[in-house]
């Protein structure tokens, strides 16, 4: 069976000043079935094409949603995105159907340790429980959420770890 087409939003501020986000698209940008797509890139002014991103979803089976975790959630280049590019008639409500049986996998990293998060830790919840909205827009537009790959303690993971989790990124999407 052919691999299945995937789209990669990768939602980076400024991917140049990026560590991690960079380091993991890097690993995966060769691969012939994934599109990567640098939406802070593709729009510095912040002015979405929304039709061309529509196109884009519908093109791909599998969509990603590569990002680093800021303020608890995605960035706001990616909310900004999914304000736009998810709309009525496309992704829910009357005809709404585009979206519908495609796998959604949150691709993430956060500067917190992992065992900061979770009813213990100071940041309280466990990233599942923060992930409640996204998992939440999956089931609203039909898309079956995949298990999202997380770095935890980005600020501290070693050159080797890094790499590690690179390569397991690169095997998740080149089954
Ligand atoms: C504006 C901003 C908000 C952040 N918020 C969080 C947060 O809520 N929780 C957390 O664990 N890390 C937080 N971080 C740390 C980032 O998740 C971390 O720097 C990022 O995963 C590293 O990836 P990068 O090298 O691609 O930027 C934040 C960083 C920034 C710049």
Redesign the pocket.
């Known amino acids: 069976m052919p691999s299945p087409r995937t789209l990669v939003v990768v939602a980076?501020?400024d991917?140049a000043?990026?560590?991690?986000?960079?380091?993991?698209a890097d690993a995966i940008r060769d691969l012939d079935h994934v599109t990567v797509h640098d939406i802070a890139a593709a729009y510095p002014d912040g002015r979405i094409d929304i039709a061309h991103e529509q196109r884009l979803l519908r093109d791909h089976d599998v969509i990603v949603w590569q990002f680093?975790?800021?303020?608890?959630?995605v960035?706001g280049v990616l909310k900004s995105w999914i304000d736009q590019v998810l709309t009525h008639g496309f992704a829910y409500g009357s005809g709404g159907t585009a979206l519908h049986g495609k796998t959604l996998r949150l691709v993430?990293?956060?500067?917190?340790p992992a065992e900061?998060?979770g009813a213990g830790g100071h940041?309280r919840f466990t990233l599942t429980e923060l992930l409640a909205p996204i998992d939440a827009t999956a089931h609203l537009t039909g898309m079956r959420p995949a298990e999202p790959l997380v770095?935890?303690g980005?600020?501290t993971v070693s050159d080797e770890d890094l790499a590690l989790h690179a390569k397991r990124y690169r095997e998740l999407l080149a089954p």
């Open positions: 980076h501020p991917l000043a990026s560590r991690v986000t960079a380091r993991l680093p975790w800021h303020w608890y959630s960035p993430t990293s956060a500067g917190g900061s998060y940041n770095l935890f980005a600020h």
